[in-house]
């Protein structure tokens, strides 16, 4: 017996979870997995209408939970998007109104987050996989330099993600080797993997998948709840090649070589959350975890959208709408579908709620906690909510095979079924995405009282004060 408890420590010390097994009593809190896709479009699930690739597992998730349709990224471009996630507020909050260049930009180690709540809790909380919210630069060890602050300063006891330094990333990215060579760059808990390391030769995609799977096992077997941020690259560019049989499997006439590699990659990360889910099952823990899937910003290039205006980098639907699915046996009944606006401010309420974490007082919240939709309530009321903001720095270039709608917009005001965009605060168009879900009837001219009260609320908006450091 003692040679076993030896065995287990040397384990848990060589996998970073040393400090991890606590005193504490049994937990009947859930368990949260968090699945965040990259560029990943409102249409490329199957579950929401691909023509194009099967999901078969992500389809499962949302028959044995809820389906939301018209579920809102926080921006049109990832960064922000992460930000509103781990803190339920706007971007514009923190400063942050682009995507991280790798260089100079981070979230503030003042903003409170969900990994810090959950953490505070008693919660073991992990990050695996894309952060880029900045602090993952190495020195010349492979060493992380702590001039920003990286996922252990907000709130995370372990981490695995890649290194996000330039020229790293950008060479790796003109090559089409991020994803293929993605483990030769992974950086775990402040220290770059070594070439011995087992995951250093895998797959991008395989590492992410399988490392939180084996996070996972480990830390079922403590008496504390889980909350793990698993947060793919799939399917951002650089389009690479699947493994098999992926890439087989999604060959099709009439494609382009993108379109194939784009299909691949789908389908590889679909299996991984495969793996995921049947290891929850294999566990006995499914009943109790609740597992939520979404993407940081509607499609790129060869994503699809539908009807949709716009795509990434566009602040019209297209760039905004993204899907959402979640499932917790224990608490949300099966086969739902939800119309109800949601958006990722969102995120870090329900999982408090979920969890039993009451929220600081002093802690102010964009977001709202959709839980007791999920299990059945109605949703928070217009009333409720208020006016939604976005804000975008100007991308003049859309990423997509089109140009980019006209006019250009930097805003939106979003409050029931009224959408206004702006640009520097300037309205420029008006739409009913009720009766316009495609925006495609501009009716400004139609509605000059609801203009200016938007506008005002915006303008109110974009002067609050903000938190850089």
Not at 220 to 230: A, R, T
Not at 269 to 279: E, N, Q
Request: with cysteine.
């Amino acid at each position: 017996m003692k040679i076993a408890v030896q065995f287990l420590a040397l384990v848990i010390v060589a996998l970073g979870l040393a400090g991890w097994i606590s005193e504490a009593n049994a937990d009947d809190r859930p368990n949260i997995v968090l699945l965040l896709a990259d560029d990943l479009g409102y249409g490329d699930l199957s579950c929401f209408g691909s023509p194009a690739v099967k999901t078969p597992h992500l389809d499962m998730l949302a028959n044995e939970g809820m389906r939301f349709s018209r579920f809102y990224a926080g921006s049109a471009v990832c960064s922000p998007t992460r930000a509103s996630v781990l803190t339920g507020r706007y971007p514009l909050r923190f400063g942050i109104t682009k995507h991280f260049n790798d260089v100079n930009l981070w979230l503030p180690e003042s903003a409170t987050t969900v990994a810090e709540l959950l953490g505070d809790a008693g919660y073991n909380t992990a990050h695996v996989g894309k952060w880029h919210l900045g602090g993952l630069h190495v020195d010349e060890h492979g060493k992380r330099l702590d001039n920003q602050p990286g996922p252990r300063q907000h709130g995370f006891d372990f981490y695995q993600t890649q290194i996000e330094q330039q020229p790293i990333r950008s060479r790796m990215g003109r090559e089409r080797t991020l994803f293929r060579q993605g483990g030769t760059v992974l950086l775990r808990n402040d220290q770059q993997v070594s070439q011995d390391d087992p995951y250093y030769s895998k797959h991008l995609t395989d590492a992410n998948g399988d490392y939180a799977v084996d996070l996972i096992e480990r830390m079922s077997g403590d008496p504390k709840p889980f909350f793990i941020n698993l947060w793919w690259l799939v399917p951002h560019k650089p389009y690479e090649p699947a493994p098999e049989p992926h890439w087989a499997q999604t060959a099709a006439d009439g494609i382009s070589d993108d379109q194939h590699r784009f299909r691949s990659m789908v389908q590889h990360m679909d299996a991984k959350v495969g793996l995921v889910l049947d290891k929850l099952d294999e566990l006995g823990i499914s009943d109790n975890t609740l597992v939520l899937f979404t993407s940081d910003n509607g499609a790129a290039f060869e994503g699809f959208i539908g009807d949709l205006k716009g795509g990434k980098t566009d602040l019209h639907d297209g760039g905004l709408r993204v899907p959402m699915l979640v499932r917790w046996p224990a608490a949300i009944p099966v086969g739902q579908t939800s119309d109800a606006f949601g958006h990722s401010n969102d995120l870090l309420p329900t999982f408090c709620e979920a969890a039993g974490v009451e929220l600081p007082a002093e802690l102010p919240l964009d977001g709202l906690s959709l839980l007791s939709h999920m299990k059945g309530d109605n949703p928070p009321s217009d009333e409720d909510r208020g006016t939604v903001f976005w804000q975008l720095d100007l991308y003049k270039s859309i990423q997509r095979h089109y140009p980019k709608p006209k006019p250009y917009a930097t805003e939106v005001a979003l409050r029931g079924k009224w959408k206004l965009l702006a640009l520097g605060g300037k309205p420029v168009e008006l739409f009913d995405i009720e009766s316009d879900p495609n925006e495609q009837r501009n009716v400004i001219d139609e509605q000059p009282e609801l203009v200016l009260t938007l506008a005002a609320q915006l303008e109110q908006w974009l002067r609050a004060p903000r938190t850089t450091k």
